[in-house]
């Protein structure tokens, strides 16, 4: 069964950037639908971003035009690019596989 690992989170300013990744332990990697999922303070968790094997994407209206996600099937890794960041991006961000499988989560802070 696959692994995901989480990376990159932290506290950054209003405007600024920040990129997650996700590892992917195993070689099934490249046959998941991959998705970044966040989860607020008091809020249920809600979709970020999705990519499909074959590299299509989709995003929550709220950060379209922001965020990026991406997948590299070589590394094995899930990527989101963040830029723009807002406080109300502030959140656990959450790596999935094919709808079931968890990582642990990485905290985003945005904040002055």
């Known amino acids: 069964q696959v692994q995901l690992v989480e990376s990159g989170g932290g506290l950054v300013q209003p405007g600024g950037s920040l990129r997650l990744s996700c590892a992917a332990s195993?070689?099934?990697?490249?046959?998941?639908?991959m998705g970044w999922y966040r989860r607020a303070p008091g809020k249920q968790r809600e979709l970020v971003a999705t990519i499909t094997r074959g590299g299509i994407t989709n995003y929550a209206d709220s950060v379209k035009g922001r965020f990026t996600i991406s997948r590299d099937n070589v590394k094995n890794t899930l990527y989101l690019q963040m830029n723009s960041l807002k406080p109300e991006d502030t959140a656990v961000y959450y790596c999935n596989a094919d709808g079931t499988l968890w990582g642990q989560g990485t905290q985003v802070t945005v904040s002055s």
């Open positions: 195993g070689s099934a990697f490249r046959l998941y639908f």
